[in-house]
């Protein structure tokens, strides 16, 4: 038998079998919460619930860029809250790295459908579900790379800044039904995406951070941030980890600097 969610609040969040998304289910989890676990990985999955405590979620398998996934995912989680979605964390994404003559087509194609449709998908999919709950949020997981665009991550950033425009036109779209908007750009975080991901020649992110002396935060950090945003005072934006905060100020009062230390970057075999 499934478990329910009795009365507690709800958070459905995808790519919730690892990273920030699972780091988010144990905080949520924490505070009181019934967790809807999203993901491709059905392994992850089972390994998430298990370690969130199979009474204080559920587990939903499809793929963000499929439509009738949602819809179907989100109904059954629906059943098991007596029809309450308090929180729909869009968090599931990935990133390919390379300069953009060097990426294939899949590879865009990939991240566009993951990181900007899927977040598309579960916005119009959550809707109804939203607005019946009294004072629901969405939360956007974008990233610092919603705000500066580095080399080499162009399609990457795209899709970051693109959820950032989302979030801000639908903070307003949605205000009209009761419905609050948070989006959430972090830092770079110790997922594994950073073993993927390669910044500069073969290296990966994590080796190129570390070569460079950039801080790595804790995905934990992360998981507070969502939890402050949900809980704190209504707010759009939120930069995870001072190396975020000091790269949107940067980005504003010296952009030309920022853009030079990029085109340094990108020349760097």
């Not at 905080?27 to 370690?51: E, P, Q, Y």
């Not at 975020?244 to 970057?265: E, I, N």
């Amino acid at each position: 038998m499934k478990a329910q969610a009795n009365g507690r609040k709800a958070i459905f969040i995808t790519g919730a079998a690892s990273g920030i998304g699972l780091a988010t289910a144990r905080r949520f989890v924490a505070g009181g919460w019934f967790v809807g676990l999203a993901d491709i990985d059905a392994k992850g999955l089972t390994a998430a619930l298990a370690a969130i405590g199979p009474g204080n979620g559920s587990i939903h398998r499809f793929d963000v860029r499929d439509r009738g996934g949602w819809r179907r995912e989100l109904a059954a989680f629906a059943k098991l809250t007596e029809g309450r979605l308090d929180v729909l964390m869009n968090n599931a994404g990935l990133a390919r790295a390379g300069f953009l003559e060097q990426q294939s087509a899949e590879d865009v194609d990939l991240q566009i459908d993951v990181n900007l449709k899927g977040v598309i998908n579960g916005c119009q999919a959550g809707f109804d579900l939203l607005a019946g709950t009294h004072g629901s949020q969405v939360v956007n997981l974008a990233s610092v790379a919603g705000v500066i665009a580095p080399p080499r991550l162009s399609i990457y950033a795209a899709t970051k800044f693109a959820v950032r425009a989302l979030s801000e036109s639908l903070d307003v779209e949605f205000a009209r039904v009761g419905v609050g908007v948070r989006c959430i750009m972090p830092w770079f975080l110790d997922t594994p995406l950073l073993d993927g991901v390669g910044l500069a020649g073969n290296k990966t992110a994590r080796e190129a951070l570390r070569a460079g002396g950039a801080p790595i935060y804790r995905v934990e950090l992360a998981s507070e941030a969502v939890w402050n945003a949900v809980h704190g005072k209504p707010r759009l934006h939120h930069m995870v980890g001072a190396k975020a905060r000091s790269a949107a100020l940067m980005s504003r009062l010296a952009p030309a600097l920022v853009r030079k230390g990029f085109r340094l970057r990108a020349e760097r075999p």
